[in-house]
């Protein structure tokens, strides 16, 4: 009789886990990441972060932001962010604990560039596009999805994060940006021509300001088919040069301070999660 007992129990529980693949917890161990494995319904499409530590002055970073074209160019799975050091127009002035990170016993010499925070790009990075590209997937285990509305001096920002696994001791950052500042940009490279400065540089996902800690804020209630929200109610940045052209970057990392996924939003704009369905 007991037999029967626990192989009832056993069919109940798998047709209870069968009624829909939204309904599992899925093992880290268990999901296929790589760039080119088939989605997974209730997983999340993962983004790749690059963090382009530039200057206007640096006449290499040049080489830099062609490679960005380029990966972007080929995947629309890629976020950047242009933190700009030194002296330059864009100076970013809270720096210094990314510097802490990425270079902690030396000077910031530029150009620098992170894959998912903790990656270097290996140079020359206008040749190993594919190794930003292979940080992407069909496959991710928690999502971002930001709401947004930037008026009358203000930002109003809601990112939210949904899990389809467990996790713990995560952490998120959320950066104000801006695109289309023009200032000339020095050049080493034979790219853009070989111009040397570039007069009329278009400078694009700029870091004005960090709305978290750059190293990030604990999240908290991390677990499956949980949506975790953050909102954020600040005055768009003094820095910036036109509200216009604001956008945003959000982005959820672990302990050991790598990406697990990241997304951009321009303002105003209302996402959905990007959910294998």
């Not at 030194?86 to 992170?114: C, E, M, T």
């Not at 709305?211 to 005055?235: H, K």
Request: glycine content about 4%.
């Amino acid at each position: 009789m007991k037999n029967y007992y626990f192989i009832g129990v056993f069919f109940l529980t798998l047709s209870l886990m069968s009624c829909s693949d939204n309904n599992v917890v899925y093992n880290p161990i268990d999901i296929n990441d790589s760039v080119d494995a088939e989605p997974i319904v209730g997983l999340f499409q993962k983004q790749v972060l690059i963090e382009d530590y530039t200057g206007t002055w640096c006449g290499n970073c040049a080489r830099v932001s062609y490679a960005i074209e380029k990966t972007k160019e080929a995947s629309e799975r890629v976020v950047s962010v242009a933190i700009h050091h030194g002296n330059d127009p864009y100076n970013f002035v809270g720096i210094q604990p990314l510097k802490d990170l990425i270079s902690p016993n030396s000077v910031l010499a530029l150009p620098q560039s992170r894959l998912n925070r903790t990656t270097t790009w290996t140079f020359p990075e206008v040749n190993n596009v594919q190794q930003a590209l292979n940080l992407t997937s069909n496959n991710c285990g928690l999502g971002l999805a930001l709401n947004s509305t930037v008026a009358n001096g203000n930002i109003n920002l809601a990112v939210k994060v949904k899990f389809a696994q467990n996790y713990s001791k995560l952490r998120l950052v959320v950066y104000v940006l801006e695109d289309k500042l023009i200032y000339r940009q020095t050049n080493y490279s034979n790219f853009y021509g070989g111009v040397n400065p570039i007069p009329s540089f278009e400078h694009n996902h700029v870091l004005r300001a960090s709305l978290t800690n750059l190293l990030g804020d604990p999240l908290t209630n991390t677990n499956y088919n949980q949506t975790v929200t953050t909102n954020f109610s600040v005055p768009i940045p003094s820095n910036v040069a036109n509200a216009a052209n604001v956008n945003f970057v959000a982005f959820v990392i672990e302990e050991n301070n790598n990406v697990i996924n990241v997304r951009a939003a321009k303002s105003n704009e209302n996402q959905t999660f990007q959910e294998n369905l």
